[in-house]
T-cell receptor, first 113, second 109 residues
């Protein structure tokens, strides 16, 4: 079946603009994660959705970052007033129930000029 | 919160065995996972330990000691294609996962 998909694959934007990144998880997976990975760095946890529970937003670096998820389906990560330090690959992953292996999408490479 | 430590770089030759260690601190520990990431690619799942002991999957094995808050990934019969970054990740019983900073493995001929 289909894996996790993300769009766009690449996004170049100007400082100060808002961007919206999309993630389509594997059907039936109740858990969805967003991570940020800067060049040569590890995965930085941003936010975690599990079913209908309140999301764990403890990793969002500032109030410019927000994310939503529609039920157990698509999620969008929004970054407002982008800054150059937001440049990174944003990875989405889904998991059957949050306690199993995570399946990662190909990521969105964001470049803020 | 959670924290993990793993070596930043490891180098080995083809055919050798290499061990990548991971120590962690967390509350509500549920399990330890390992992921592989090639340059420009997405992380892919390798192995999971929820209980103490060794899990073997082909050339890869992973070990966990919950009492020592320690685990390792063992790669045998190294191949050039194993050159990649390897991440340990701690999952809590709330489902949240925290990843280490990764270990870059370079396999030389």
């Amino acid at each position: 079946g289909a894996g996790v998909s993300q769009s766009p694959s690449n996004k170049v934007t100007e400082k100060g603009k808002d961007v919206e990144l999309r993630c389509d998880p594997i059907s039936g997976h109740t858990a969805l994660y967003w991570y940020r990975q800067r060049l040569g760095q590890g995965l930085e946890f941003l936010i975690y959705f599990q079913g209908n529970s309140a999301p764990d937003k403890s990793g969002l670096p500032s109030d410019r970052f927000s994310a939503e998820r529609t039920g157990e389906s698509v999620s969008t990560l929004t970054i407002q007033r982008t800054q150059q330090e937001d440049s990174a690959v944003y990875l989405c992953a889904s998991s059957l129930n949050g306690l199993n292996e995570q399946f990662f999408g190909p990521g969105t490479r964001l470049t803020v000029l | 919160g959670q924290s993990l430590e793993q070596p930043s770089e490891v180098t080995a030759v083809e055919g050798a065995i290499v061990q990548i260690n991971c120590t962690y601190q967390t509350s509500g520990f549920y399990g330890l996972s390992w992921y592989q990431q090639h340059d420009g690619g997405a992380p892919t799942f390798l192995s999971y330990n929820g209980l103490d002991g060794l899990e073997e999957t082909g050339r890869f094995s992973s070990f966990l000691s919950r009492s020592d808050s320690y685990g390792y990934l063992l790669l045998q019969e190294l191949q050039m294609k194993d050159s990649a970054s390897y991440f340990c990740a701690v999952a809590t019983n709330a489902g949240k996962s925290t990843f280490g900073d990764g270990t870059t493995l370079t396999v030389k001929p």
